[in-house]
């Protein structure tokens, strides 16, 4: 395959298999349509990421890695931030429907009642300036509208660990006979109400109370805490996207979430929604490489949901922002065909499913996919008709993925 090189050149990623001959490679063909890495586990996907994250760094390009598992927290000369640690997500920053989804509420009852809650806290901290919740028996509608148009020019924070007992405070009714006073948001809470949601109640008040979830996000928004000591990740995400710096490798660890589960994969949406968001209201358009490893671990448990993910959303809109991405998984049926089409670049390693390649439409036969060595892929570039043998170069970066061998 002959490679055109237009501008700065990827010359330490892979070489021609079988020899010591390095491929010079476009980075605009190769990540400008993102790249797909795959492979069966064991066969070098872990290893062809961390190449590909040494080479940019030798042309001093600027790269993300969405780390999901504290694997790659090791890298050199890279910015690393652990999300529960030294970082943290800013609570008062998400809306009410993520809000509501991290506290494992998914009622439609209770939805528009945690954006209520919302509201009235914001109220209460930065209108009235008061710690506790926010009453609403007997408070005057009038009183409350003024309120909230003076919340428009105050802070947005809140006390998020209030959440679910202003949550019973939204429950607040007008009397059901005569004594009704509709000049009143209300007059008592509808107990009955509450008990028919209670179940999902206590559901987000435990996680609230969640130490974990406390140092993953700034739920208290309390400067005189603990919490001052960490740094507001989506800043972090802001400042490194719109200004070129020497440390241009930045690593986001959000493995204090377990793995995979409902919260560790809206964080990881969030986290790329806004990294979208940011880059649409910049003037800044140097390219931007983001690293995804595992895809399965971004994956909605629902596929209707996949429309409104973070990662849906950069593989559909961030080229013409500049945010390009590689992505790996060990097969690419984890990647619904509605993402797969996104990927103009593929490094395949070893597979072994039939039903695997045919998922990737690009490749030709000329390779058995299945009989690969470790290390070894088959390149399938952007703006090239052809597929390529290479062998993969080893990193500097140690990463041990290994299974445990018996001995």
């Keep these: 395959m002959s490679v055109v090189v237009k501008h700065m050149v990827l010359d330490n990623f892979v070489k021609k298999s079988g020899t010591d001959d390095l491929l010079s490679l476009d980075p605009n063909d190769l990540l400008s349509h993102h790249l797909m890495i795959v492979g069966a586990t064991g066969n070098g996907k872990s ?13 001093q390009q600027t790269s993300i890695i969405f780390d999901a598992t504290g694997e790659y927290s090791q890298i050199p000369h890279a910015m690393t931030y652990t999300l529960g640690e030294d970082a943290n997500l800013d609570f008062a920053e998400l809306a009410a429907y993520d809000v509501a989804h991290i506290l494992g509420i998914n009622s439609d ?40 148009q003076k919340l428009s020019v105050f802070g947005s924070d809140y006390d998020a660990t209030l959440l679910m007992s202003q949550v019973i405070q939204e429950f607040a009714v007008p009397y059901g006979d005569a004594k009704a006073n509709y000049e009143l948001l209300g007059q008592e809470i509808n107990h009955a109400a509450i008990r ?13 109370g969640n130490p974990t979830l406390n140092r993953v996000f700034n739920m208290h ?10 740094i507001d990740l989506f800043y972090i995400l802001k400042l490194f996207s719109e200004r070129r710096s020497q440390q241009r490798t930045l690593v986001i660890d959000v493995s204090q979430l377990k793995t995979g589960s409902a919260v560790s994969r809206l964080v990881l949406s969030l986290l790329l929604k806004k990294l979208l968001a940011i880059r649409t209201a910049s003037i800044s358009r140097f390219p931007i490489t983001i690293f995804l490893d595992e895809a399965h671990r971004y994956m909605p ?11 849906f959303k950069i593989l559909r809109e961030g080229r013409k922002y500049g945010i390009y991405s590689v992505v790996s998984t060990q097969s690419p049926l984890d990647i619904p065909a509605q993402l797969s089409g996104q990927f103009g670049s593929v490094l395949v390693h070893q597979l072994n499913n039939p039903d695997e390649l045919q ?24 703006r090239h008709p052809d597929s390529i043998l290479v062998d993969v170069v080893n990193p500097t970066t140690t990463h041990d993925t290994a299974s445990p061998e018996f001995k």
């Design 221 to 230: 928004h309390n400067q005189d805490d603990h919490q001052a000591t960490q």
């Design 196 to 208: 028919s949601q209670w179940h999902e109640l206590l559901s987000g008040q435990s996680r609230v």
């Design 359 to 382: 998922q990737i439409v690009t490749l030709n036969n000329m390779a058995n996919y299945g009989h690969l060595a470790v290390g070894q892929a088959i390149l399938k570039m952007d």
């Design 301 to 311: 448990d629902n596929q209707a949901q996949l429309n409104d993910t973070g990662l």
């Design 109 to 148: 009852h209770l939805m528009p009642k945690i954006a209520m809650a919302i509201e009235s806290l914001r109220i209460q901290k930065n209108v009235i300036k008061q710690n506790g919740t926010y009453i609403k028996v007997n408070k005057k509608l009038t009183a409350f509208n003024q309120e909230q």
């Design 47 to 59: 290893t062809s990421l961390l190449s590909l994250v040494e080479s940019l760094q030798q042309l």
